[in-house]
C-alpha cells in the first residue's frame, strides 16, 4: 500500500499526530514526559519550528507545529524519534521503534481553523476521560494558552496575538473557547485531515496550498467550521 502523502509549507501550521505501536504506551512516568518536551525544545530551537498548541497523552501526542522551512516540522520529528525512542529502549528494556510508523500531519487554515485544532488538541484528555477540564492535566499547552502560565515551548500564532493586546485578557478570550464542546462536523473534519493528510479550512485556502505545491491535496470537509465550539 502506498503511502499518504503529506504536505508541508513554510510558516502554515501542521496538526502533528503520532501514536504508540499498536496502541501501546509510550510514557510511563513523569521524567518521561519531561524528557520528550525538553527533546522538542531543542529540535524546535534547532530547527525553526513554532510551536502553538500541544498534549502528551499515555499513548500519543499531538502537536501543532508551524515551521519555517519546508521540512522543519519533519527534522523536529525526525530529532525527536532519534532521542526518545533510545531513551524508553535503554531505560525500559526495549527494542526497535516504539511508534506506528511515520508520523501523521496535515495542513491547518489558521483563519479558520486555528482555534478549532488548539482546542481539539488540549481537550484530548477530557475526551479520554482522563480528567474533567483540560486544566487538571499536566503535559499540555493549556495552561500556558488559557492560564497565563510560563511555557517556553511556546510561541503565540499571530490570530491567538489579535485575541487582546494584553496576555492575561488574551489568556482569558482563549479559555472562553472551551465553555462549550467541540462541534461533532469540526471534530471530524480535525481526525480526517491528520490521518489522510489532507489539508483543512477553505476552498481559498485549499487553493493556495494546491498552488502553492502545484498538485492536488485531496477533499475534506470544506468551508467554515461551526465556530470553536
Not at 45 to 69: F, R
Not at 94 to 117: A, H, M, P, Q
Not at 152 to 173: A, F, I, P, W
Amino acid at each position: 500500500m502506498p503511502r499518504k502523502s503529506r504536505f508541508f509549507i513554510p510558516n502554515v501550521p501542521n496538526h502533528v499526530v503520532q501514536r504508540g505501536k499498536n496502541r501501546d504506551p509510550v510514557f510511563f512516568e513523569d521524567a518521561d514526559y519531561q524528557f520528550y518536551l525538553s527533546t522538542l525544545s531543542e529540535a524546535l530551537t534547532k530547527y525553526e519550528g513554532q510551536l502553538h498548541a500541544y498534549v502528551l497523552m499515555t499513548n500519543h501526542i499531538h502537536l501543532l507545529i508551524t515551521g519555517k522551512e519546508e521540512n522543519s516540522v519533519s527534522r523536529i520529528m525526525q530529532f525527536i524519534g532519534r532521542s526518545y525512542v533510545p531513551y524508553i529502549n535503554h531505560k525500559y528494556g526495549y527494542s526497535g521503534s516504539i511508534w506506528e510508523g511515520r508520523f501523521k500531519s496535515n495542513l491547518i487554515d489558521t483563519s479558520e481553523y486555528l482555534f478549532v485544532c488548539m482546542k481539539y488538541i488540549e481537550l484530548n484528555p477530557v475526551r479520554a476521560n482522563m480528567v474533567s477540564s483540560p486544566e487538571e492535566y499536566p503535559y499540555s499547552s493549556f495552561h500556558g494558552n488559557a492560564l497565563n502560565r510560563a511555557d517556553t515551548l511556546l510561541t503565540e500564532h499571530d490570530e491567538y496575538l489579535k485575541l487582546s493586546d494584553n496576555k492575561g485578557v488574551r489568556c482569558l478570550m482563549y479559555r472562553s473557547l472551551f465553555d462549550a464542546d467541540l462541534d461533532k462536523d469540526n471534530l471530524q473534519s480535525i481526525r480526517e485531515g491528520y490521518k489522510s493528510g489532507t489539508p483543512i479550512g477553505s476552498e481559498r485556502f485549499i487553493q493556495k496550498i494546491e498552488q502553492a505545491l502545484d498538485r492536488k491535496v485531496g477533499k475534506t470537509k470544506r468551508g467554515r467550521p461551526k465556530g470553536a465550539g
